[in-house]
């Protein structure tokens, strides 16, 4: 098979990466452009068999891995950055032909994935020396868990990919990572490239479906599971992983809140509140996905959203001017589908949008719900597509006690032009991130993780790093 990403191509099928090889699999499933419907390529699915292979690979070659100088292993993972980089183009392409979204989030995923290999490859944790006290010595020191088991969603895939490969790799574990099915294109290739730089073992990519997550995460020789998915699939995750007590790191949903406060211009802030909400056809973990207006700005901020909402062009990614997608599959669009014809019976208003098209591609317009009761459906429950209600409020306690009324705590923002006030109430928001008056700034360096079911754990910075390791404290002292 051929894959021809307008122009520049991949000559080869897609291979698993086991055991420092390219490996083929009897059965297949097929990558879909969300955008057209129509097949992409075949892909491996692997077999049990398979799994175990990888996972044996991964535990021989780990020690020698573990032992590699910490300087070297930093080179090889900054040299994955490079493989990407060297390929740019071509992984643009097929990252919007495999997930839908438009150039621009294209390019920022894959530009990202660059940039977190090398700059997660700069990173190291020092021993702390506790005491040293002439012959008496206390230090911990962060070792390696061993063979860590990655799972990643459809979403972001090569990018969420490398927030778990740069990681575990610097510190020294070797892994098993099982992209999504429906999106394991870029994460199967990148596998494939980076046999160039890595030792046999030390990555492996298995594509494969819910059972082969299933597995990796029931395995009793994986030692950790980094996890990146929906909070059902979470708590199945967590419950796995209980054979051999497993490490966790899960990142899961959200149910994001954004509080307007009544001191702001509304045509100044609506571009960034609608990107806020829509990024990546709102298919982002962190979206706004609950927007609460003050009284005094509702009619206004719904208006100039619902205008700059107009401006916005939906389509095929392939497209220069697009700046949305598609919805990534059918059983997501099939969901926020029936999230609509629920609010529409349930006699919601919609400022714009509201109904599914039916032309090819898995395309739901913007909508914009104007002021449903707290417990509607697209209130409570975390859309995943591109549907806002937005919420009116009068009292800022009242506001807090709503945007906090959720089992979910993964990030939140505030929007005032006093920002002492719109800090104080940041303060008071049960989420693992807070943004004031801007939205979705991640860094290498810059801790992210939710609070309540949102996750446990955390990614990126050096506490991300430290979940890739044991802690161990090593006391000396000297004989008489
Ligand atoms: P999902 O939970 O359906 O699937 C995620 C991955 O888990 C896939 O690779 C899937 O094959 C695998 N999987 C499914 N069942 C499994 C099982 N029983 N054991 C082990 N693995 C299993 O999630 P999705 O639909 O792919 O992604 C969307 C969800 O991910 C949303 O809820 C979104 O908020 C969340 N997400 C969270 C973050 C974050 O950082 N917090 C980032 C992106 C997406």
Not at 26 to 49: K, V
Not at 195 to 220: A, F, K, M
Not at 249 to 257: Q, S
Request: with cysteine; glycine share 8%.
């Amino acid at each position: 098979m051929t894959l021809d990403t307008n122009g520049t191509m991949k000559q080869t099928p897609y291979a698993l990466t086991i055991n420092g090889q390219r490996v083929f699999s009897p059965e297949t499933g097929q990558a879909i452009n969300p955008a057209t419907e129509q097949p992409i390529c075949d892909f491996p699915l692997a077999s049990r068999d398979q799994l175990e292979q990888a996972i044996a690979a991964a535990r021989r070659a780990q020690l020698a891995w573990a032992d590699t100088p910490i300087t070297e292993r930093q080179q090889m993972v900054s040299k994955l950055g490079d493989l990407i980089e060297q390929n740019q183009e071509a992984f643009t392409k097929l990252l919007i032909s495999e997930q839908g979204k438009g150039r621009a989030a294209a390019e920022w995923e894959i530009g990202g994935s660059i940039y977190w290999c090398r700059e997660v490859a700069k990173q190291s944790l020092e021993d702390e020396v506790v005491v040293r006290n002439g012959d008496d010595e206390i230090v911990t020191r962060y070792t390696p868990i061993g063979v860590v088991g990655g799972i990643t969603p459809w979403n972001f895939p090569l990018l969420l990919a490398v927030w778990k490969i740069a990681p575990a790799l610097v510190a020294g574990n070797t892994m098993v990572l099982k992209p999504s099915p429906y999106t394991p294109l870029c994460t199967l290739w990148f596998g494939e490239l980076a046999l160039q730089v890595l030792p046999p073992g030390v990555l492996n990519i298995l594509s494969g479906g819910n059972d082969l997550g299933q597995w990796i995460t029931e395995h009793p020789a994986i030692g950790k599971i980094s996890f990146t998915g929906s909070t059902a699939t979470g708590r199945r995750v967590m419950q796995s992983a209980a054979v051999n007590l497993k490490r966790l790191t899960l990142e899961l949903g959200g149910n994001d809140p954004a509080i307007v406060l009544p001191d702001v211009d509304a045509k100044a802030i609506a571009k960034d509140l609608f990107w806020a909400a829509f990024a990546n056809s709102a298919q982002f973990c962190v979206a706004c996905k609950r927007l609460y207006v003050h009284e005094a700005v509702y009619d206004d901020v719904a208006r100039e959203l619902a205008a700059y909402a107009a401006t916005v062009k939906v389509g095929d990614g392939m497209e220069a001017d697009t700046q949305l997608g598609p919805l990534q599959n059918k059983m997501q669009y099939d969901r926020v589908s029936q999230l609509l014809e629920d609010s529409r019976k349930a006699g919601l208003n919609f400022l714009t949008g509201g109904a599914p098209t039916h032309k090819p591609g898995y395309f739901i317009p913007v909508t914009l719900i104007d002021n449903p009761p707290d417990d509607s459906r697209c209130v409570v429950e975390e859309a995943f597509g591109p549907v806002l209600p937005l919420l009116k409020y009068r009292d800022v306690e009242d506001v807090i006690a709503r945007a906090n009324n959720t089992h979910y705590g993964l990030a939140a923002s505030v929007w005032g032009r006093d920002t002492a006030k719109a800090e104080a109430i940041a303060r008071r928001i049960e989420a693992g991130t807070v943004w004031i008056n801007h939205v979705h700034v991640f860094a290498p360096n810059i801790a992210f993780g939710g609070h309540k079911q949102s996750g446990v754990g955390i990614e990126n910075s050096l506490h991300g790093l430290a979940e890739y390791c044991n802690m161990q404290t090593v006391m000396s002292k000297a004989l008489p």
